[in-house]
């Protein structure tokens, strides 16, 4: 592995960008600088502290980083409710999202649990 953009968790959190920018389009003028901005900050957080951490190059920063994406990833998932919650997005249109979501959550505590076994 020769950089971050070779982690597939990386590859994956960069798909979630996409989605979630398709649905913050869906969303009401009037969310654009109070949740939309929450969640754009959210899901760029989740690629941009993969890619920090693995930039550290030291593997306590890296897991650091990485929980740090996992919270993000925990904070977009409870934006992309409420947008549900309050009829702004339909439960289907979040579908995607969600799954990436779940599957970014896992290949990260996969990956922390794999750099701590190699220490």
Known sequence: MNSYQDLEV???????VKEVYSILRLLPKEEN?????????????????????????????FIRFLNISQGSKCELETQLY?????????????Q??????RDIG??????VNRIKSEQ
């Open 10 to 16: 990386w590859k994956k959190s960069m798909e979630l």
């Open 33 to 61: 600088y109070a949740l939309a901005d929450q969640m754009r900050r959210s899901v760029i957080s989740i690629a941009s502290n993969i890619a920090e951490g693995y930039g550290r190059n030291s593997k306590n920063d």
């Open 82 to 94: 409420a947008c549900c919650m309050l009829g702004y997005i339909k439960d289907e249109e979040a």
């Open 96 to 101: 995607n999202a969600f799954q990436l979501c």
């Open 106 to 111: 896992k290949m990260l505590f996969g990956l």
